[in-house]
């Protein structure tokens, strides 16, 4: 089995899909976004296709088409690329799997379906290993994300026995504030090496504390420079240093919004890369939002990064 010389872990950037302001794909600047998470934000890893790329939003086409494109402009610049196949369809799901087996993604991950749900863990693998069973030289990640699928089966239930039924399973990308339930799966599947991806940023270092080997997020899109201080400063047991960091992303960032309209509107701001608007049912951040974010964003001193002073989100005045 092709699996990846190193474990996925440390910092993942859930990747926007960048838009046209008339709502079509902006395969243009996929190529720069690539250098910028690469050599701004120092992120090596990306989770193509997922919520913040608006994945359940696009066509199978277009998932298709931006997963080839990050493969390729990601190609000897990243370290992995994971793709999120997930759908309704059991049949979309298998095609995705296979397209990215085809173009050289380096895993896939899965979200349970979530219009006619699996409503047993039992039913819940199936559906994941007929997925799998469609890229069988891929890892693959299952991607809990409770509040949006409506699928309440606890990670830790899952993963009980998991690779016995799907034999390429290598982590757990968490989207849920149960830490109760990620610790849980942390400490019965250590011995197995899978990765445990983290995916809600505001409480990683709380996710950190509990065993998470990485994080998948929106925000490392823009703060993975001072989230790689963060991870730096937890492995040098510098809590107050961590623990300033995730205060003052809190405080700051929290009031800004974290939904993928606000993602796109930041990230355009920070990047200077032009990221659009979201695809309906999204609506694009209005102009107050963006004006007052792009406030927010120059008293932090936070358009330039080299700018900010080390270890502190503080602003400059
Ligand atoms: C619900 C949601 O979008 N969660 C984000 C977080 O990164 C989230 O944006 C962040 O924690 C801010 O709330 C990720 O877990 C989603 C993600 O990784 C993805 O795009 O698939």
Redesign the pocket.
Known sequence: MAFPKKKLQGLVA??ITPMTENGEINFSVIGQYVDYLVKEQGVKNI?VN????E?LSLSISERRQVAEEWVTKGKDKLDQVVI?VGALSLKESQELAQHAAEIGADGIAVIAPFFLKPWTKDILINFLKEVAAAAPALPFYY?H?P??TGVKIRAEELLDGIQDKIPTFQGL?F?DTDLLDFGQCVDQNRQQQFAFLF?????LLSALVMGATGA?????NYLGRKTNQMLEAFERKDLSLALNYQSCFLIYFSCLG???SQ?KAIMTLVSGIPMGPPRLPLQKASREFTDSAEAKLKSLDFLSFTDLKDGSLEASS
């Open positions: 859930a990747t989770f997922g919520t913040t790329g994945g999120h991607y994300i509040a949006l990308k989207s995916g809600v940023d505001e409480q998948v997020g929106s925000t490392y974290f939904g993928v993602t």
